[in-house]
């Protein structure tokens, strides 16, 4: 129990910050791909969409976590890709660290009202 | 099919960026609708763009989310203010020197209209600070328009100074100073006011924060 993490940052933010930073670890991608992967790993139950996303990418490249890049897409379409740079790689472990510590109270919450 | 770059560029319309980073943001948005507006189509949906459109309720309330998301909130606002007390030092402190170069002792002046009998002889330089940040604030909102720089913030100065025009017109028609003293200072606070403006909006300019640069070296 001591050694797992607080989760501090506010629930929602947190969450779409780690979405997005954990699909742009696998590979860049260019917001509608991010979007859609996001939504293919949840089963649809997490999704973004114009309105959420892109506010979200901006202030994480403004932060320094992602860095936007325009490059072709393979429809020969350009793009701007984001990539995961050094300083988002060191802000996705803690939220995972978070997100799995939250999960694991909430899973014993729930078996408590189980019981 | 919709033009979705003339659509978003239409309706983002009032996003106070640069003009390329608005371009930019423009691009962007309308690849996104435009792809996504695309795969429903492939799905057969029956109305693909009412779908697409639907992304997005408020334009002007994400217009503002992308605002602030590029600059910072605080960081804009701390910016206005920091660069804006400057401003309105750099003005008094010109204004000053240049009324004292000019043979005009202000506070003489002001302790003969006895308006400094009420208030304290610091007081007029301190009221040049918050008027220093309304400039500030004058010159990120019309900055979108007319571009960033001298110009611009020359522009902003000349409007306050303007203000600060009338304003000693209209103390000199009451006979609270005397017409002397109001020529001397509508002309003493055109140069302070441009140069106090300038001086602001440099600032303002050169703290502006961009994505960290060393990581595209990354």
């Known amino acids: ?115 | 099919m919709p033009d979705w770059e003339e659509l978003v560029g239409r309706r983002l319309g009032r996003m106070k960026l640069e003009p390329e980073e608005r371009q930019e943001v423009v691009a962007e948005v309308a690849a996104h609708l435009e792809e996504c507006y695309q795969e429903l189509c492939a799905a057969g949906s029956p109305d693909p763009e009412g779908y697409t459109l639907a992304q997005v309720p408020d334009w002007k309330a994400l217009g503002r989310r992308i605002q602030s998301s590029k600059e910072g909130p605080m960081n804009q606002t701390i910016r206005i203010v920091l660069c804006g007390l400057l401003a309105g030092a750099v003005a008094v402190i010109l204004g000053l020197s240049i009324s004292r170069l000019a043979g005009v002792e202000v506070h003489s002046v002001l302790a003969a209209a006895r308006l400094s009998s009420a208030l304290p002889g610091w007081s007029g330089a301190i009221f040049h600070l918050p008027a220093g940040i309304l400039m500030l604030w004058l010159y990120t909102a019309i900055r979108p328009k007319y571009g960033p720089g001298t110009k611009t913030a020359a522009v902003a100065g000349l409007a306050l100074w303007a203000i600060t025009a009338l304003t000693l017109a209209h103390w000199s028609s009451m006979g609270i100073i005397p017409r002397d003293f109001l020529l001397v200072g509508v002309a003493v606070a055109m140069p302070a006011w441009v140069a106090g403006a300038v001086t602001g909006a440099w600032f303002y300019e050169a703290t502006e924060r961009k994505p960290v640069q060393a990581l595209k070296a990354a």
């Open chain 1, 1 to 115: 129990m001591g050694a797992e993490h607080k989760v501090s940052s506010p629930v929602k933010r947190g969450s779409a910050q780690l979405a997005v930073l954990a699909v742009l670890a696998e590979a860049p991608r260019h917001g509608y791909d991010i979007a859609k992967r996001i939504r293919q790993q949840t089963g649809g139950v997490v999704s973004f969409d114009v309105a959420s996303l892109y506010p979200l990418l901006y202030s994480m490249e403004r932060r320094g976590w992602v860095q936007g890049a325009w490059g072709q897409a393979p429809s020969g379409r350009e793009r701007r890709y984001y990539r995961l740079t050094p300083a988002g790689r060191r802000r996705l472990q803690p939220l995972r660290r978070e997100w799995r510590s939250f999960f694991r109270a909430l899973n014993r919450l729930a078996r408590l009202a189980d019981a």
